[in-house]
């Protein structure tokens, strides 16, 4: 009698090992992973941008920010993208105020992946009763990065 391999014994190994390179690409899948860090990164910069609106507008007598667009749609406004820092603000809006001194915000954060030449990537709007959103229009996977106070 030979000693040997059936083909039904090929045919589940052969699955096995399909199926388990399959959860390790899903598992271990760079671009995604890479993207996900991106939209953390903007989460976090969207909050830290609208913290630091918040603080200014506090600490010098509720100042309003006339230059912020006046919208209910943060994401759609293409006016309403923040400056860098020492750019040029032509058609966009300027915050260098609240970077002045590194007391609220030591600079801008820029959108890991988008941002245009002297935008940051990041918009900002004014709802009508002064409640402000920033938002990453640039979130990647479909995410919404949006945050109102």
Known sequence: MKKGITLLEVILIVAAI???????????NPSKQLSETRNAQRA???KM??????QYDTDNNDFNFQNIPQSTDCLG????E???????CDGLVDLSVIT????YLTSIPNDPMIASYNG??????KSINGRITVCAPGAEYNNTISITK
């Open 18 to 28: 399909a199926i388990l390179a399959g959860i390790i690409t899903l598992a271990l």
């Open 44 to 46: 976090i910069d969207v």
């Open 49 to 54: 941008i609208l913290d630091a609106v918040y």
């Open 77 to 80: 406004m293409r006016t309403s």
């Open 82 to 88: 923040i400056c860098k820092d020492g750019g040029s």
């Open 100 to 103: 002045a001194g590194g007391k």
């Open 120 to 125: 940051t990537g990041y918009n900002i709007v």
